[in-house]
């Protein structure tokens, strides 16, 4: 099952008062981004990256993760004026093959792995099912800022905050 994650970059920082694209705002000794593309990198549920970075930021965005070692990032896309239209163009840069596109905020950097694992692995299990019934689905997970969807048809599915809570407590 092929996996690929869409990285929303592309927020102004307007609301921080930054003098840079948020995902640019320091953490520590790195950009935001940094943190959101290591930790997706690194997972073993993810296969690849497509990162939606601010306009005119996305030559740094490439170096940054170039910099870290990212291998599974595959492109880099200017994001849109919304976090909408970010994802949405992001998205468009996905294979149709894949199986699983997952969707997170470079603004929530400290994403556990444990919960991609969580909303993958429950995403992968509800394809299966519709398979085994030959029932085509798009299955939508929405959680603590991972959105996950399967490529398929279309059929609403929420609930991971249920699922993610014994994550949380």
Known sequence: MSVWAVLAAAGSGERLGADRPKA?????????????????????????????????WEEP???????????????????????A?????????????AAVVVVHDAARPLLDDSVVECVVSAVG?????????????????????????GRV????LLGLGMLLQGLVD
Do not use: M, N, Y
């Open 61 to 83: 965005a490439i170096l940054l993760a170039e910099e870290l070692g990212c291998g599974k990032v595959s492109a880099c896309v200017t994001g849109g004026t919304t976090r």
């Open 153 to 156: 048809v279309c059929s609403l």
């Open 85 to 97: 239209d970010s994802v949405r163009l992001g998205v468009a840069e996905v294979p149709s093959d």
């Open 24 to 56: 640019f705002v320091r953490l520590g000794e790195q950009p935001l981004l940094a943190e959101s593309l290591a930790r997706l990198d690194a997972s073993e549920w993810i296969d690849a990256i497509v990162v939606a970075a601010p306009p005119g």
């Open 125 to 149: 299990e509800e394809l299966l099912r519709s398979a085994q019934a030959e029932v085509p689905v798009q299955v939508v997970w929405v959680g603590h800022a991972l959105i996950a969807f």
